[in-house]
């Protein structure tokens, strides 16, 4: 492998604020430090083996879409470039190089925000059992994969550990305020809208993704990743068949190889071997370099 691989920050004279399943947060005063570690997760577990690469190739995507998608909504990334970084940072430059972003502090909101054109994942399992994806009712006969007649909001609650929960729109409403939830929905679809029409032109389907929000002084800020391998499902254009599951850019050769080896999906959690590290680490890249039209920056 060219890179090695951080699965841990630990930075001496910073505070750990939490460390999520990919990303290590700091607070370092104004701001905090987000780091996307190369930890990879699957079936709501932390691998023991990570991807090289992983965690540049989120932040760089992400701070490509930020950029692309900045007219329509403010977000919250303040800068990538270590070298611009506080001195406080300077230290620890060489581990956050390409793969940490400085961000505004916010209030993220208890939702995730869904967009779905295409039914596949929790929305398809959905589908076979009501009909509808939560509580919005889909057309009859429609197959694995199938584009939607449209775009669909589908907000999840955001669990601390185990699966996020898809809810109705409605009881997203309950939780944040219906004024709010029916200006995140515009939100959402508007960005999915933008994002399925660069993704197009690269010859990727996204057929979902999700996006998070925090606040800060009243003001709707985007936060977290955006429109990457780990959040989106991202499919080849020119592979698309309706009717099954499809190849993808993303860990499917993680999930593959866990379902393979017969893994119960309780600890302790399997290590990968080298050929589905290689693999999945090729997906991540040529998602990246498809995307953005950049190599990805050491």
């Not at 940072?89 to 390409?98: M, N």
Request: charged share 25%.
């Amino acid at each position: 492998m060219a890179s090695s691989i951080v699965l841990d920050t630990n930075l001496s004279g910073l505070t750990l604020a939490r460390r999520g399943k990919v990303r290590d947060v700091y607070d370092v005063g104004q701001h905090l430090l987000i780091i996307a570690t190369d930890r990879i997760s699957a079936f709501d577990y932390v691998l023991g083996s990570g991807i090289p690469d992983k965690g540049k190739v989120l932040t760089q995507m992400s701070a490509f879409w930020f950029d692309h998608l900045g007219d329509l909504t403010p977000h919250h990334a303040e800068a990538i470039d270590v070298d611009t970084f506080p001195a406080a940072l300077k230290p620890h430059r060489e581990i956050l190089r390409g793969r940490s972003m400085l961000v505004t502090k916010t209030t993220p909101l208890p939702v995730e925000c869904v967009a779905r054109g295409y039914l596949s994942g929790s929305g398809w399992k959905d589908y076979q059992k009501t009909g509808a994806v939560c509580g919005i009712p889909l057309p009859k006969g429609l197959k694995e994969s199938d584009r939607l007649p449209e775009p669909i909001f589908t907000p999840a609650t955001k669990a601390e550990s185990g699966h996020d929960e898809n809810i109705s729109e409605e009881e997203a409403g309950r939780i944040v305020g219906h004024d709010r939830i029916k200006r995140l929905k515009e939100l959402t679809l508007n960005l999915y809208q933008r994002g399925v029409e660069h993704a197009e032109t690269c010859g990727i389907i996204i057929a979902d993704t999700k996006f998070e929000f925090g606040e800060v002084d009243g003001k709707l800020l985007l936060i977290d990743e955006v429109l990457t391998p780990d959040s989106s499902r991202f499919w080849p254009h020119d592979q698309y068949q309706p009717g099954k599951a499809q190849p993808s850019f993303d860990k499917q050769f993680v999930r593959d190889y866990l379902e393979r080896i017969g893994w119960n999906k309780q600890p302790p959690v399997p290590s990968l071997p080298d050929d589905v590290v290689a693999n999945t680490r090729a997906k991540y890249l040529e998602a990246y370099r498809l995307l953005t039209g950049r190599e990805l920056r050491p």
